[in-house]
């Protein structure tokens, strides 16, 4: 078979052939009288070969050894594609998604593009102060897509520009907080951690219904992060949690204060007052964490308060009860 009909039946061109024959891969075994190559069957199937090959992306010269070498083994050579495969596929994820960013900010003209790819460059920096001022620049001058701010916000690691892009993601509204709520999800902590801080600087509407299907997350730092922030907003919902938070001293002064904020509505006070008369007499042992919940009592208003407390001051632990007087000297002064 000449090197015409090869090309056609093969899809390997004419030109390629040669640079198979050149290169040695594969010499036509024979030759016409006037001296054109002439393949036979077998060199028809060593092309297929080849072609095989290089479809898993073996270059020329490996394909050579695997076709002629004895002794070769593709184990290592196929585990060294793999890696360099994987390699290629994340450098394209990764311009993909630059791409994708680029075109979701809507760039009026090519000035607008790299300005919004200088800024995904400087989010990515390995500059604390770099990354600082892209997350505030994003807000004030070319729109960075919310989708790199949530990346950013959900791995950054340095306080300060972390409160940054918190701040930038804010001024967007309920604009990232799907992408946030995925994060609630990572298997990482610390990213579950970062999203739900996210989420709390975010205004009340949707965030505030996110932080409140948040009370029920199985990571607890999400939940003592949203029962914080939901006190604040004046969720009721989050009492029995801040009480937890008093009883085990985990931010237990931010949970008593959030405790008090729930209380200033007079249909809670009374609730929140029986929560930690309930757990003083039931379930606590220890009196730092009796003391605790004494101590949670004194700006909750109501006539339950003032009676727990005045029940406290004679309390048969001694440090519980100079609490609540001192608790009650206060209380009456007002």
Do not use: C
């Amino acid at each position: 078979m000449l090197i015409g009909d090869v090309a056609r039946r093969s899809g390997v061109s004419a030109r390629m052939l040669r640079h198979y024959d050149s290169l040695g891969l594969v010499r036509p075994t024979g030759r016409t009288g006037a001296g054109y190559r002439e393949y036979s069957g077998e060199d028809i199937r060593r092309i297929f070969h080849i072609e095989s090959l290089r479809s898993l992306g073996l270059s020329l010269r490996d394909v050579g050894r695997a076709l002629d070498d004895p002794g070769f083994t593709p184990s290592a050579l196929v585990d060294d594609l793999i890696r360099r495969t994987r390699e290629r596929i994340a450098g394209e994820t990764e311009l993909l998604t630059r791409l994708l960013r680029i075109g979701a900010a809507e760039p009026a003209g090519w000035e607008d593009v790299l300005q919004t790819v200088a800024l995904l460059q400087a989010l990515g920096s390995k500059s604390a102060g770099k990354r600082q001022r892209a997350a505030l620049s994003s807000v004030e001058e070319v729109p960075v897509p919310v989708e790199a701010l949530v990346e950013a916000a959900l791995n950054e690691t340095d306080p300060n520009v972390a409160g940054a892009l918190r701040w930038a993601l804010a001024q967007l509204g309920d604009g990232g907080l799907a992408l946030l709520a995925e994060g609630l999800g990572s298997p990482a902590a610390e990213v579950r951690k970062r999203a739900v801080q996210s989420i709390i600087e975010i205004p009340d509407g949707a965030a505030t219904a996110l932080l409140r299907d948040a009370l029920a997350h199985p990571d607890i730092v999400v939940r003592r992060y949203a029962a914080l922030a939901l006190g604040v907003r004046g969720v009721a919902e989050a009492v029995p949690t801040l009480i937890d938070m008093v009883v085990e001293g985990t931010n237990d002064v931010d949970a008593a204060d959030a405790l008090s904020a729930l209380a200033s509505r007079p249909a809670s006070a009374d609730r929140i007052a029986a929560g930690l008369v309930d757990r003083l007499a039931h379930g606590t042992v220890e009196s730092s964490e009796r003391r605790r919940l004494t101590q949670a009592l004194a700006d909750i208003p109501g006539l339950t308060a003032s009676r727990a407390l005045a029940d406290l001051a004679h309390d048969e632990d001694r440090a519980v009860a100079l609490t609540a007087t001192y608790i009650l000297g206060i209380r009456e002064a007002r």
